[in-house]
């Protein structure tokens, strides 16, 4: 009779390779048994030397109120300056940090919201200067090309392969709307524009 | 100097901007000579992370020259080679002060929940980041070191994230002698997991991805046995019939927010972003991981919920040990396993792409083209 599979009994199933075997093929096999010769082991280490000569950091100059978690009882000693809230996106990232704690599915969902917005916001900015977005260098796309675009996926078995054509659906999709929209604004205005009665004179 | 800078989602492009000042007495301006791209930019560049800005200049991972310090800076000088971990951290926090370097509590006023990155958006905490010339390095006297006369610039860009991301990820593992380990995702991150398992004494390691050149750098550089998932029906069923339907003791996911491998989870976290992240390799990583088992994570997810199987979760008395990593406390260690020969991991990357074909660079990783595993990244500033 055949024994049953390994999970109803007690033992362990067999090692497919001795320790020795696995120590002959890969280089250093083992070298890190022992869970003290691991970094992060155990995971807090207090008193770890870290290089800090100071009990609180000097505090960084606040250039502009900066937008925080209300989670934070102050504001942090050291913080990133990039790219300070602006125009609408900003106004509705401010309002995240400002209403919802990191809990409140609003506060990402408002600051998701506002990444849209932030963009849309660039690209119409960018198309009245010298430097518009050009989406054909921006996305890289061009790298299909030079890059073995075709040969990458054809015959690959990628799973990818299997969502590729909805993706330009739901990545352009928006663009192709709005400016569908746009056109639809741009007629119905002109239409009514001609529509209306010329005013009447005494 | 010259900076990527995020356009909106999938858009990228090169533009002049002023090097960064400093902000802080214990600032260093870092001019970036290598650095590169990661899977967790990706993140970024697919508009899946809350409060990322137009304007921000991604990159997490570079290595570079000292170009100024501020007034209270002791270890590093002009002229310094030094390399940068990924975390923003202050050394004297709560947090930091018991090594829990990834959770700095004095660097991110944006949110409680995530420490500092450079270059990854706003949640963690408004940094410009290393995909430029210059770049600005927070707390000089506690994240850099200068890199030592023997390593090869290319093994200390890896040293920023990679490499000690992968290794951590072994590590929470909690790996004993002749462990069956699993890891999801044959990218940087989920090659250098593999190969550090067996550095704790797995007996046997192997690694799912959908993609075969991924899977044979798998087999090659990490000497692992592999499975594409898209070969099999139900990949969590085959690594049941793989591992005696025991299943296996640990399970790493590297894959994170972008797992593929299910329509509707992609369509709803990956593009619409109505989640967190596509929870598929953790979902598989619950199931085909033993009872009692443990379930590394170190694929990066976003703070918005996200669909996971906790039910099984709890049913099968697992252990889940994740964190972003502490990269600096990795170092010492590392170090020691490349001199002795054991871990190469220049052997990963595929491409070297100017700051200038950024664009080009980050559609490559993305749509995983040209057999691309890791860009780097080359700066131009002299
Ligand atoms: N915790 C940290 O500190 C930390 C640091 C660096 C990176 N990360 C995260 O680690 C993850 C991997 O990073 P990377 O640079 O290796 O990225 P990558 O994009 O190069 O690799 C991800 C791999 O996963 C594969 N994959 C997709 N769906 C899969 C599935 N369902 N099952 C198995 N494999 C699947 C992809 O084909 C790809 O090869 C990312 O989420 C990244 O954000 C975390
Ligand atoms: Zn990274
Ligand atoms: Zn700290």
């Not at chain 2, 990527?4 to 001019?31: F, L, T």
């Not at chain 2, 000690?164 to 002698?177: C, K, N, R, S, W």
């Amino acid at each position: 009779m055949t024994e049953p599979a390994s999970p109803y009994t007690a033992g362990k199933p067999m090692p497919k390779e001795s320790a020795a075997a696995l120590m002959a093929r890969i280089p250093g096999w083992g070298a890190d048994l022992d869970p003290k010769d691991r970094p992060s082991f155990p995971r807090e280490h207090p008193g770890i030397e870290t290089g800090a000569h100071w009990d609180f950091p000097e505090r960084q100059q606040e250039k502009w109120p900066r937008e925080r978690s209300i989670e934070h009882a102050i504001l942090p000693p050291v913080f990133g300056t990039s790219t300070p809230p602006k125009g609408a996106s900003g106004a509705i990232r401010k309002y995240a940090y400002k209403k919802y704690s990191e809990a409140r599915a609003a506060h990402w969902l408002l600051l998701i919201a506002a990444d849209r917005v932030d963009a849309w916001e660039h690209h119409l900015r960018s198309l009245a200067t010298l430097h518009p977005d050009n989406p054909l260098t921006e996305t890289g796309v061009l790298s299909e090309f030079t890059r073995h675009g075709f040969r990458s996926r054809a015959g690959k078995r990628r799973a990818d392969v299997s969502h590729q054509w909805i993706d330009p659906v739901l990545v352009a999709g928006p663009w192709v709307l709005a400016g569908l929209g746009a056109v639809a604004a741009v007629r119905a205005l002109t239409v009514r524009a001609l529509r209306r009665p010329a005013p009447r004179r005494k | 100097m010259r900076a990527m800078v995020y356009r909106g989602p999938y858009k990228i492009r090169v533009e002049e901007k002023d090097i960064p000042p400093i902000e802080h007495p214990n600032d260093a301006i870092v001019r970036v000579t290598t650095a590169a791209i990661c899977g967790s930019d990706l993140h970024l560049y697919h508009g899946m992370m809350p409060d990322t800005r137009v304007g921000m200049t991604f990159g997490h991972e570079f290595v570079g020259v000292v170009h100024d310090v501020g007034s209270s800076v002791q270890n590093l000088a002009v002229g310094d080679r030094v390399m940068v971990p990924f975390n923003v951290y202050c050394g004297s926090c709560y947090f930091c002060s018991r090594g829990l370097f990834s959770n700095c509590h004095n660097v991110n006023p944006n949110a409680t929940a995530v420490g500092g990155i450079y270059g990854y958006s706003h949640t963690c905490g408004g940094y410009d980041g290393g995909q430029a010339e210059y770049v600005r390095v927070p707390f000089a006297d506690v994240g850099p070191s200068k890199i030592p006369d023997w390593m090869d610039e290319v093994d200390a860009v890896l040293l920023t994230d990679a490499l000690p991301t992968g290794y951590f990820g072994a590590q929470l593992g909690d790996i004993v002698e002749g462990d069956t380990v699993v890891v999801f995702g044959a990218g940087p991150v989920g090659l250098f997991a593999a190969k550090s398992a067996w550095l704790m004494g797995a007996g046997r390691v192997i690694v799912i991805d959908h993609l075969e050149y991924r899977l044979e750098k798998a087999r090659t550089f990490a000497h692992a046995e592999t499975y594409n998932f898209a070969e099999y029906g139900d990949i969590v069923v085959h690594l049941k019939k793989a591992t005696d339907y025991l299943g296996a003791d640990v399970v790493i996911d590297a894959v994170g927010a972008e797992a593929d491998g299910n329509f509707l989870q992609h369509v709803t976290a990956t593009k619409l972003k109505l989640q967190g992240g596509s929870p598929v390799a953790l979902n598989w990583a619950i199931d085909s991981v033993r009872k009692g088992g443990t379930v590394s994570v170190v694929g990066a997810y976003g703070p918005i919920f996200t669909a996971v199987k906790f039910g099984d979760a709890v049913n099968k008395g697992l252990t889940l040990r994740m964190n972003q990593c502490p990269v600096k406390r990795q170092w010492p260690r590392l170090f020691e396993h490349i001199r002795n020969g054991y871990l190469k991991p220049s052997d990963i990357v595929t491409h070297h792409v100017p700051l200038e074909h950024i664009a080009e660079g980050y559609h490559m990783f993305s749509a995983k083209l040209d057999g691309c595993i890791k860009p780097l990244i080359i700066s131009t500033a002299d």
